[in-house]
Protein backbone atom coordinates (compact mmCIF):
# COMPACT_ATOMS: atom_id res chain seq x y z
CA UNK A 1 0.00 0.00 0.00
CA UNK A 2 1.21 3.86 -0.69
CA UNK A 3 2.54 6.02 1.68
CA UNK A 4 2.13 8.71 -0.42
CA UNK A 5 -0.06 11.91 1.31
CA UNK A 6 -2.72 12.79 -1.75
CA UNK A 7 -5.80 14.41 0.63
CA UNK A 8 -5.26 18.12 0.59
CA UNK A 9 -6.34 17.86 4.22
CA UNK A 10 -3.17 16.16 4.97
CA UNK A 11 -0.70 17.56 3.08
CA UNK A 12 -0.75 21.38 3.67
CA UNK A 13 -0.71 20.29 7.49
CA UNK A 14 2.82 18.42 6.56
CA UNK A 15 4.24 20.93 4.68
CA UNK A 16 3.49 23.33 7.25
CA UNK A 17 5.40 21.17 10.04
CA UNK A 18 8.29 20.36 7.70
CA UNK A 19 8.77 23.82 6.66
CA UNK A 20 8.85 25.17 10.31
CA UNK A 21 11.66 22.21 10.76
CA UNK A 22 13.44 23.15 7.51
CA UNK A 23 12.79 26.60 7.11
CA UNK A 24 16.48 27.60 8.16
CA UNK A 25 17.63 25.62 5.08
CA UNK A 26 14.91 26.24 2.71
CA UNK A 27 15.47 30.11 3.65
CA UNK A 28 19.23 30.01 2.81
CA UNK A 29 18.21 28.12 -0.02
CA UNK A 30 15.23 30.73 -1.31
CA UNK A 31 18.56 33.50 -0.44
CA UNK A 32 21.21 31.72 -2.14
CA UNK A 33 19.11 31.36 -5.95
CA UNK A 34 17.81 34.73 -5.80
CA UNK A 35 21.12 36.51 -4.89
CA UNK A 36 22.92 34.42 -7.31
CA UNK A 37 20.50 35.20 -10.25
CA UNK A 38 21.05 38.48 -9.30
CA UNK A 39 24.72 38.42 -9.22
CA UNK A 40 24.41 36.88 -12.91
CA UNK A 41 21.74 39.60 -13.49
CA UNK A 42 24.41 42.28 -12.68
CA UNK A 43 27.01 40.60 -14.38
CA UNK A 44 25.39 39.67 -17.30
CA UNK A 45 26.88 41.92 -20.20
CA UNK A 46 24.41 44.58 -21.34
CA UNK A 47 23.72 44.69 -25.47
CA UNK A 48 22.28 47.76 -27.32
CA UNK A 49 20.87 47.97 -30.53
CA UNK A 50 20.22 50.35 -32.82
CA UNK A 51 18.58 50.15 -36.70
CA UNK A 52 18.17 52.40 -39.46
CA UNK A 53 15.95 51.56 -42.89
CA UNK A 54 17.08 52.54 -46.05
CA UNK A 55 14.04 53.84 -48.85
CA UNK A 56 14.87 52.40 -52.40
CA UNK A 57 13.03 54.20 -55.08
CA UNK A 58 13.42 52.50 -58.78
CA UNK A 59 11.36 54.98 -60.46
CA UNK A 60 10.77 59.16 -60.36
CA UNK A 61 9.11 61.49 -62.63
CA UNK A 62 11.82 60.84 -64.92
CA UNK A 63 11.65 57.12 -65.89
CA UNK A 64 8.42 57.66 -67.95
CA UNK A 65 9.79 60.63 -69.52
CA UNK A 66 13.07 58.34 -70.68
CA UNK A 67 11.21 55.02 -70.94
CA UNK A 68 12.58 53.37 -74.29
CA UNK A 69 16.04 55.83 -74.04
CA UNK A 70 17.44 54.71 -70.52
CA UNK A 71 18.17 51.32 -68.65
CA UNK A 72 17.00 51.25 -65.07
CA UNK A 73 18.75 49.39 -62.58
CA UNK A 74 16.43 46.74 -60.19
CA UNK A 75 17.29 44.40 -57.86
CA UNK A 76 14.70 41.82 -56.11
CA UNK A 77 16.59 40.53 -53.75
CA UNK A 78 17.53 43.89 -52.18
CA UNK A 79 18.12 42.31 -48.78
CA UNK A 80 21.02 40.20 -50.41
CA UNK A 81 22.50 43.00 -52.29
CA UNK A 82 22.65 45.18 -49.15
CA UNK A 83 24.61 42.26 -47.29
CA UNK A 84 27.33 41.67 -50.23
CA UNK A 85 27.69 46.13 -49.94
CA UNK A 86 28.24 46.31 -46.59
CA UNK A 87 30.10 43.13 -46.05
CA UNK A 88 32.73 43.96 -48.38
CA UNK A 89 36.16 44.15 -46.98
CA UNK A 90 36.07 48.27 -47.97
CA UNK A 91 33.25 48.77 -45.98
CA UNK A 92 34.14 46.62 -43.06
CA UNK A 93 37.35 48.17 -43.06
CA UNK A 94 36.09 51.81 -42.07
CA UNK A 95 33.72 50.38 -40.19
CA UNK A 96 36.69 49.44 -38.13
CA UNK A 97 37.70 52.84 -37.90
CA UNK A 98 34.27 54.25 -37.31
CA UNK A 99 33.85 52.15 -34.37
CA UNK A 100 37.35 52.91 -32.83
CA UNK A 101 38.81 49.35 -33.24
CA UNK A 102 41.68 50.54 -35.12
CA UNK A 103 42.99 52.58 -32.14
CA UNK A 104 44.49 49.79 -30.17
CA UNK A 105 46.25 48.21 -33.75
CA UNK A 106 45.01 45.14 -33.92
CA UNK A 107 47.38 42.75 -36.11
CA UNK A 108 45.33 41.07 -39.45
CA UNK A 109 44.55 38.29 -37.97
CA UNK A 110 42.17 40.49 -35.30
CA UNK A 111 40.82 42.46 -37.22
CA UNK A 112 39.69 39.74 -39.24
CA UNK A 113 38.29 38.26 -36.33
CA UNK A 114 36.39 41.01 -35.46
CA UNK A 115 35.18 41.88 -38.77
CA UNK A 116 33.40 38.19 -38.56
CA UNK A 117 32.20 39.75 -34.62
CA UNK A 118 30.51 42.41 -36.66
CA UNK A 119 29.23 40.63 -39.08
CA UNK A 120 27.55 38.06 -36.29
CA UNK A 121 26.16 41.19 -34.66
CA UNK A 122 24.80 43.12 -37.79
CA UNK A 123 21.25 41.61 -39.23
CA UNK A 124 20.31 43.01 -42.98
CA UNK A 125 16.40 42.75 -43.89
CA UNK A 126 14.13 43.60 -46.38
CA UNK A 127 10.80 43.88 -44.95
CA UNK A 128 9.53 45.29 -47.73
CA UNK A 129 10.26 45.21 -51.37
CA UNK A 130 11.43 49.44 -51.36
CA UNK A 131 12.80 48.99 -47.73
CA UNK A 132 16.11 47.70 -46.61
CA UNK A 133 17.08 48.03 -42.72
CA UNK A 134 19.89 47.56 -41.37
CA UNK A 135 20.32 46.84 -37.37
CA UNK A 136 23.56 46.31 -35.04
CA UNK A 137 23.56 45.17 -31.60
CA UNK A 138 26.80 46.25 -29.40
CA UNK A 139 27.88 47.02 -25.44
CA UNK A 140 28.87 50.35 -26.23
CA UNK A 141 25.57 52.16 -26.53
CA UNK A 142 27.73 55.25 -28.43
CA UNK A 143 29.42 52.74 -30.87
CA UNK A 144 26.15 51.01 -32.06
CA UNK A 145 24.81 54.34 -32.81
CA UNK A 146 27.57 55.56 -34.94
CA UNK A 147 28.56 52.15 -36.17
CA UNK A 148 24.88 51.49 -37.52
CA UNK A 149 24.62 54.96 -39.25
CA UNK A 150 28.18 54.76 -40.81
CA UNK A 151 26.96 51.48 -42.58
CA UNK A 152 24.15 52.75 -43.98
CA UNK A 153 26.04 55.56 -45.55
CA UNK A 154 28.39 53.77 -47.00
CA UNK A 155 26.24 51.41 -48.49
CA UNK A 156 24.25 54.74 -49.64
CA UNK A 157 27.24 55.75 -51.32
CA UNK A 158 28.68 51.92 -52.86
CA UNK A 159 25.53 51.39 -54.34
CA UNK A 160 25.69 54.75 -56.03
CA UNK A 161 29.17 54.50 -56.96
CA UNK A 162 28.55 50.79 -58.10
CA UNK A 163 25.57 51.86 -59.98
CA UNK A 164 27.66 54.88 -61.87
CA UNK A 165 30.17 52.88 -62.51
CA UNK A 166 28.34 50.05 -64.33
CA UNK A 167 26.40 52.51 -66.50
CA UNK A 168 30.00 54.37 -67.08
CA UNK A 169 31.52 50.86 -68.32
CA UNK A 170 28.49 49.89 -70.53
CA UNK A 171 28.74 53.59 -72.06
CA UNK A 172 32.33 53.03 -72.84
CA UNK A 173 32.26 49.62 -73.93
CA UNK A 174 29.44 50.35 -75.74
CA UNK A 175 31.34 53.23 -77.56
CA UNK A 176 34.17 51.29 -78.33
CA UNK A 177 32.30 48.62 -80.20
CA UNK A 178 30.27 51.36 -82.09
CA UNK A 179 34.06 52.59 -83.27
CA UNK A 180 34.96 49.38 -84.36
CA UNK A 181 31.99 48.57 -86.40
CA UNK A 182 32.42 52.52 -87.66
CA UNK A 183 35.87 51.03 -89.47
CA UNK A 184 34.32 47.79 -90.44
CA UNK A 185 31.64 49.46 -92.22
CA UNK A 186 34.15 51.96 -94.06
CA UNK A 187 36.53 48.74 -95.00
CA UNK A 188 33.09 47.15 -96.08
CA UNK A 189 32.05 50.12 -98.24
CA UNK A 190 35.24 50.39 -99.57
CA UNK A 191 35.65 47.04 -100.81
CA UNK A 192 32.03 47.13 -102.65
CA UNK A 193 32.98 50.42 -104.40
CA UNK A 194 36.13 49.47 -105.44
CA UNK A 195 34.54 46.20 -106.86
CA UNK A 196 31.89 48.09 -108.58
CA UNK A 197 34.74 49.92 -110.19
CA UNK A 198 36.47 47.08 -111.75
CA UNK A 199 33.55 45.49 -112.99
CA UNK A 200 31.27 48.15 -114.35
CA UNK A 201 28.71 45.64 -114.59
CA UNK A 202 28.38 44.89 -110.95
CA UNK A 203 25.73 47.48 -110.32
CA UNK A 204 22.36 46.67 -109.01
CA UNK A 205 19.42 46.27 -111.30
CA UNK A 206 21.99 45.61 -114.16
CA UNK A 207 20.61 41.90 -114.33
CA UNK A 208 17.10 42.88 -114.63
CA UNK A 209 18.32 45.72 -116.77
CA UNK A 210 20.13 42.60 -119.33
CA UNK A 211 17.78 40.74 -119.10
CA UNK A 212 14.78 43.28 -120.85
CA UNK A 213 17.72 44.10 -122.97
CA UNK A 214 18.55 40.33 -124.44
CA UNK A 215 14.23 40.09 -124.29
CA UNK A 216 13.82 43.18 -126.81
CA UNK A 217 16.86 41.91 -129.05
CA UNK A 218 15.17 38.60 -129.42
CA UNK A 219 12.40 39.80 -129.93
CA UNK A 220 13.56 42.24 -132.78
CA UNK A 221 15.53 39.30 -135.07
CA UNK A 222 12.37 37.67 -134.92
CA UNK A 223 10.61 39.89 -136.11
CA UNK A 224 13.53 40.86 -138.64
CA UNK A 225 13.40 37.41 -139.58
CA UNK A 226 9.73 37.16 -140.31
CA UNK A 227 9.86 40.52 -142.52
CA UNK A 228 13.18 39.05 -144.52
CA UNK A 229 10.89 35.60 -144.79
CA UNK A 230 7.77 37.63 -146.32
CA UNK A 231 9.79 40.23 -148.51
CA UNK A 232 11.65 36.98 -150.00
CA UNK A 233 8.23 35.39 -150.35
CA UNK A 234 7.47 38.68 -152.50
CA UNK A 235 10.68 38.78 -154.65
CA UNK A 236 10.42 35.47 -155.85
CA UNK A 237 6.73 36.64 -157.02
CA UNK A 238 7.55 39.29 -158.63
CA UNK A 239 10.32 37.58 -160.15
CA UNK A 240 7.79 35.10 -161.27
CA UNK A 241 5.56 37.77 -163.03
CA UNK A 242 8.40 39.84 -164.20
CA UNK A 243 9.63 36.82 -166.33
CA UNK A 244 6.37 36.85 -168.11
CA UNK A 245 6.24 40.83 -169.54
CA UNK A 246 8.51 41.97 -172.33
CA UNK A 247 10.98 44.86 -171.48
CA UNK A 248 9.59 47.02 -174.64
CA UNK A 249 7.58 48.05 -176.24
CA UNK A 250 7.97 51.50 -178.21
CA UNK A 251 10.62 53.49 -179.70
CA UNK A 252 12.04 55.14 -177.64
CA UNK A 253 15.75 56.79 -177.53
CA UNK A 254 18.44 55.93 -175.21
CA UNK A 255 18.22 59.54 -173.52
CA UNK A 256 14.73 59.16 -173.02
CA UNK A 257 15.73 55.96 -171.29
CA UNK A 258 18.30 57.47 -168.84
CA UNK A 259 15.60 59.92 -168.01
CA UNK A 260 13.33 57.58 -167.41
CA UNK A 261 15.69 55.47 -165.05
CA UNK A 262 16.75 58.51 -163.15
CA UNK A 263 12.82 59.71 -162.44
CA UNK A 264 12.71 56.59 -161.27
CA UNK A 265 15.68 56.31 -159.06
CA UNK A 266 14.74 60.04 -157.97
CA UNK A 267 10.95 58.65 -156.69
CA UNK A 268 13.22 55.60 -155.04
CA UNK A 269 15.44 57.77 -153.22
CA UNK A 270 12.50 60.71 -152.00
CA UNK A 271 10.48 57.62 -150.30
CA UNK A 272 13.73 55.73 -148.65
CA UNK A 273 14.44 59.74 -147.21
CA UNK A 274 11.10 59.54 -146.13
CA UNK A 275 12.37 56.80 -143.33
CA UNK A 276 15.90 56.73 -143.56
CA UNK A 277 18.51 59.10 -143.26
CA UNK A 278 21.14 60.06 -145.63
CA UNK A 279 23.54 57.47 -144.63
CA UNK A 280 21.55 54.38 -144.88
CA UNK A 281 23.40 51.53 -147.00
CA UNK A 282 20.02 51.63 -149.63
CA UNK A 283 19.77 55.85 -149.84
CA UNK A 284 23.97 55.55 -150.49
CA UNK A 285 22.97 53.29 -152.95
CA UNK A 286 20.18 54.95 -154.77
CA UNK A 287 22.54 58.40 -155.07
CA UNK A 288 25.54 56.20 -156.72
CA UNK A 289 23.03 54.30 -159.41
CA UNK A 290 21.85 57.86 -159.61
CA UNK A 291 25.30 59.15 -160.51
CA UNK A 292 25.79 56.74 -162.65
CA UNK A 293 22.51 56.99 -164.86
CA UNK A 294 23.57 61.22 -164.99
CA UNK A 295 27.04 60.51 -166.01
CA UNK A 296 25.54 58.63 -169.33
CA UNK A 297 23.05 60.70 -170.36
CA UNK A 298 25.53 63.54 -170.27
CA UNK A 299 27.66 61.08 -172.43
CA UNK A 300 24.69 60.14 -174.25
CA UNK A 301 24.12 63.64 -175.03
CA UNK A 302 27.29 65.06 -175.85
CA UNK A 303 27.32 61.66 -178.23
CA UNK A 304 24.13 63.39 -179.93
CA UNK A 305 26.03 66.58 -180.27
CA UNK A 306 29.14 65.30 -181.93
CA UNK A 307 27.05 62.86 -184.06
CA UNK A 308 23.68 63.88 -184.83
CA UNK A 309 23.05 61.54 -187.83
CA UNK A 310 23.73 58.08 -185.88
CA UNK A 311 22.02 58.77 -183.14
CA UNK A 312 18.91 57.55 -183.59
CA UNK A 313 19.95 54.54 -185.68
CA UNK A 314 19.83 52.10 -183.61
CA UNK A 315 17.01 49.75 -183.09
CA UNK A 316 17.40 50.17 -179.11
CA UNK A 317 17.06 53.71 -179.35
CA UNK A 318 13.77 53.58 -181.68
CA UNK A 319 11.95 50.95 -178.80
CA UNK A 320 10.39 52.03 -175.66
CA UNK A 321 10.18 49.70 -172.39
CA UNK A 322 6.78 48.41 -171.17
CA UNK A 323 5.19 50.37 -168.32
CA UNK A 324 4.01 47.18 -166.76
CA UNK A 325 7.23 45.47 -166.42
CA UNK A 326 8.91 48.96 -165.15
CA UNK A 327 6.52 48.54 -162.57
CA UNK A 328 7.34 45.42 -161.47
CA UNK A 329 10.58 45.96 -161.64
CA UNK A 330 10.45 48.69 -159.80
CA UNK A 331 8.42 46.53 -157.11
CA UNK A 332 10.79 43.94 -157.11
CA UNK A 333 13.58 46.40 -157.12
CA UNK A 334 12.23 47.72 -153.51
CA UNK A 335 11.13 44.20 -152.76
CA UNK A 336 15.25 43.31 -152.77
CA UNK A 337 16.18 47.01 -151.34
CA UNK A 338 13.28 46.12 -148.32
CA UNK A 339 15.16 43.19 -147.91
CA UNK A 340 18.51 44.03 -147.73
CA UNK A 341 17.57 46.34 -145.25
CA UNK A 342 15.64 43.54 -142.86
CA UNK A 343 19.11 41.41 -143.44
CA UNK A 344 21.18 44.03 -142.12
CA UNK A 345 18.85 44.79 -139.50
CA UNK A 346 18.85 41.20 -138.17
CA UNK A 347 22.37 41.11 -138.48
CA UNK A 348 22.81 43.83 -136.00
CA UNK A 349 20.29 42.78 -133.66
CA UNK A 350 22.05 39.29 -133.48
CA UNK A 351 25.32 40.80 -132.89
CA UNK A 352 23.78 43.13 -130.17
CA UNK A 353 22.26 40.23 -128.55
CA UNK A 354 25.42 38.37 -128.54
CA UNK A 355 26.64 40.53 -126.78
CA UNK A 356 24.13 40.90 -124.01
CA UNK A 357 24.79 37.56 -123.52
CA UNK A 358 28.12 37.61 -123.17
CA UNK A 359 27.64 40.52 -120.83
CA UNK A 360 24.84 38.84 -119.07
CA UNK A 361 26.96 36.01 -118.15
CA UNK A 362 30.08 38.02 -116.83
CA UNK A 363 26.98 39.62 -114.80
CA UNK A 364 26.16 36.12 -113.51
CA UNK A 365 29.68 35.39 -112.40
CA UNK A 366 30.00 38.73 -110.80
CA UNK A 367 26.96 37.96 -108.46
CA UNK A 368 27.76 35.88 -105.62
CA UNK A 369 30.84 38.39 -104.99
CA UNK A 370 28.58 41.17 -105.52
CA UNK A 371 25.89 39.65 -103.38
CA UNK A 372 28.38 38.97 -100.09
CA UNK A 373 30.27 41.98 -99.98
CA UNK A 374 26.97 43.66 -100.35
CA UNK A 375 25.71 41.35 -97.36
CA UNK A 376 28.55 42.04 -95.46
CA UNK A 377 28.00 46.01 -95.79
CA UNK A 378 24.34 46.01 -95.10
CA UNK A 379 25.04 43.77 -91.52
CA UNK A 380 28.16 45.90 -90.57
CA UNK A 381 25.40 49.10 -91.09
CA UNK A 382 22.74 47.25 -89.15
CA UNK A 383 24.47 46.60 -86.59
CA UNK A 384 26.33 50.05 -86.87
CA UNK A 385 23.17 51.85 -86.70
CA UNK A 386 21.77 49.60 -83.62
CA UNK A 387 24.77 50.55 -81.56
CA UNK A 388 24.73 54.32 -82.43
CA UNK A 389 20.81 54.15 -80.90
CA UNK A 390 21.98 52.08 -77.72
CA UNK A 391 25.33 54.35 -77.01
CA UNK A 392 22.89 57.19 -76.97
CA UNK A 393 20.39 54.92 -74.68
CA UNK A 394 23.80 54.63 -72.28
CA UNK A 395 24.62 57.85 -72.51
CA UNK A 396 21.63 58.94 -70.96
CA UNK A 397 21.54 56.32 -68.31
CA UNK A 398 25.13 57.35 -67.90
CA UNK A 399 23.69 60.91 -67.42
CA UNK A 400 20.52 59.30 -64.69
CA UNK A 401 23.02 57.97 -62.79
CA UNK A 402 25.75 60.52 -62.27
CA UNK A 403 22.71 63.21 -61.00
CA UNK A 404 20.83 60.24 -58.89
CA UNK A 405 17.97 60.49 -61.37
CA UNK A 406 17.63 56.43 -61.63
CA UNK A 407 17.20 54.47 -58.38
CA UNK A 408 17.35 56.48 -55.00
CA UNK A 409 18.84 55.70 -52.02
CA UNK A 410 17.88 57.83 -48.85
CA UNK A 411 17.95 57.30 -45.18
CA UNK A 412 13.68 56.91 -44.10
CA UNK A 413 14.55 56.37 -40.18
CA UNK A 414 18.03 57.06 -39.61
CA UNK A 415 19.57 55.43 -36.49
CA UNK A 416 18.91 56.88 -32.81
CA UNK A 417 21.03 56.54 -29.52
CA UNK A 418 20.04 53.59 -27.43
CA UNK A 419 19.08 54.56 -24.28
CA UNK A 420 18.02 51.29 -22.77
CA UNK A 421 20.24 47.79 -23.26
CA UNK A 422 18.44 45.00 -25.37
CA UNK A 423 18.25 41.69 -25.19
CA UNK A 424 18.20 40.01 -21.29
CA UNK A 425 18.44 42.46 -18.63
CA UNK A 426 19.05 42.87 -14.92
CA UNK A 427 15.08 42.72 -14.64
CA UNK A 428 14.94 39.53 -16.70
CA UNK A 429 17.17 37.96 -13.99
CA UNK A 430 15.62 39.08 -11.41
CA UNK A 431 12.43 37.89 -11.73
CA UNK A 432 13.83 34.27 -12.83
CA UNK A 433 15.98 34.43 -9.94
CA UNK A 434 12.60 35.20 -7.64
CA UNK A 435 10.45 32.51 -9.14
CA UNK A 436 13.03 29.92 -8.85
CA UNK A 437 13.80 30.90 -5.61
CA UNK A 438 10.26 30.38 -4.64
CA UNK A 439 9.84 26.88 -7.27
CA UNK A 440 12.87 25.31 -5.91
CA UNK A 441 12.03 25.08 -2.39
CA UNK A 442 8.68 24.25 -2.57
CA UNK A 443 9.20 21.51 -4.77
CA UNK A 444 11.81 20.22 -2.50
CA UNK A 445 9.48 20.24 0.41
CA UNK A 446 6.84 18.66 -1.52
CA UNK A 447 9.14 15.88 -2.50
CA UNK A 448 10.38 15.72 0.97
CA UNK A 449 6.58 14.76 2.42
CA UNK A 450 5.41 13.25 -0.34
CA UNK A 451 8.32 10.82 -0.99
CA UNK A 452 9.79 10.68 3.25
CA UNK A 453 8.63 6.88 4.62
CA UNK A 454 8.16 8.46 8.23
CA UNK A 455 4.03 8.34 9.18
CA UNK A 456 2.42 11.76 9.70
CA UNK A 457 -0.92 11.23 10.41
CA UNK A 458 -3.86 8.89 11.88
CA UNK A 459 -5.28 8.58 8.62
CA UNK A 460 -2.22 7.68 6.92
CA UNK A 461 -1.87 4.83 9.62
CA UNK A 462 -5.62 3.62 8.63
CA UNK A 463 -4.50 3.27 5.26
CA UNK A 464 -1.42 1.91 6.25
CA UNK A 465 -2.63 -0.90 8.83
CA UNK A 466 -6.60 -1.03 8.20
CA UNK A 467 -7.30 -0.88 11.91
CA UNK A 468 -8.90 2.42 13.34
CA UNK A 469 -6.45 4.76 15.53
CA UNK A 470 -8.09 5.41 18.97
CA UNK A 471 -6.25 8.01 19.77
CA UNK A 472 -2.55 10.50 18.82
CA UNK A 473 -0.28 11.81 21.60
CA UNK A 474 0.51 15.27 20.27
CA UNK A 475 3.93 16.57 20.71
CA UNK A 476 5.12 19.06 23.36
CA UNK A 477 7.91 21.34 23.04
CA UNK A 478 9.88 22.41 25.37
CA UNK A 479 11.30 26.20 26.38
CA UNK A 480 14.72 25.15 24.81
CA UNK A 481 13.04 23.90 21.62
CA UNK A 482 10.67 26.41 21.36
CA UNK A 483 13.68 29.04 21.68
CA UNK A 484 15.60 27.26 19.20
CA UNK A 485 12.19 27.19 16.70
CA UNK A 486 11.91 31.10 17.24
CA UNK A 487 15.63 31.17 16.52
CA UNK A 488 15.56 29.58 13.22
CA UNK A 489 12.51 31.28 11.97
CA UNK A 490 13.93 34.74 12.73
CA UNK A 491 17.46 33.54 10.52
CA UNK A 492 14.99 32.17 7.91
CA UNK A 493 13.14 36.01 7.69
CA UNK A 494 16.45 37.46 7.67
CA UNK A 495 18.14 35.68 5.01
CA UNK A 496 14.29 36.10 2.96
CA UNK A 497 14.66 39.65 3.98
CA UNK A 498 18.05 40.61 3.30
CA UNK A 499 17.36 38.95 -0.66
CA UNK A 500 14.15 40.61 -1.25
CA UNK A 501 15.82 44.27 0.06
CA UNK A 502 19.02 43.30 -2.30
CA UNK A 503 16.54 43.15 -5.12
CA UNK A 504 14.79 46.07 -4.00
CA UNK A 505 18.10 48.01 -4.07
CA UNK A 506 18.87 47.28 -7.26
CA UNK A 507 15.52 48.39 -8.61
CA UNK A 508 15.66 51.77 -7.24
CA UNK A 509 19.16 52.27 -8.60
CA UNK A 510 17.99 51.37 -11.99
CA UNK A 511 15.25 53.93 -11.51
CA UNK A 512 18.10 56.23 -10.58
CA UNK A 513 20.07 55.63 -13.31
CA UNK A 514 17.79 55.22 -16.07
Do not use: C
Amino acid sequence: MSKEITAPSELVPALLREGRRHGVALATMFATIALAALAIGLLWPRTYSAATTILVQSSDIIQPLMEGRAVPTGNADRASLARQVVFSDRVMRDVLKTGGWLAANPSPVEQDRLIEQIKGRTQITSPRPELIQIAYQDRDRKRTFDVTTRMAELFIQESRAAKERESREAFEFIDNQVNDYHQKLIDAEDSLQKYRTANPDAQPGSAADVNSRIGALRSEVEQSRMTLMELQSSIGSLQGQLSGESSVTAVQTREGLYRAQLVDLQAQLDRLLLTYTDQYPDVVRTRRQMEDIKRQLASEQEQRRNDPGTASKSAFDNAAFNPHYLEIKRQLGEKQQAAAAARSRMGAAESMLKEEMERSGRIASSEGTLAELTRDYEVNRDIYQDLLKRRENARVSMVMDQEQRGLTLRIQDPAVMPLRPSGLRLTHFALAGIALALAVPIGLLASLVQFDPRLRSAPQIERLVGVPVLATIPVYETPRDRRVQRSRLLLAAVLVLGAIAAYVFMLVLRMVQY
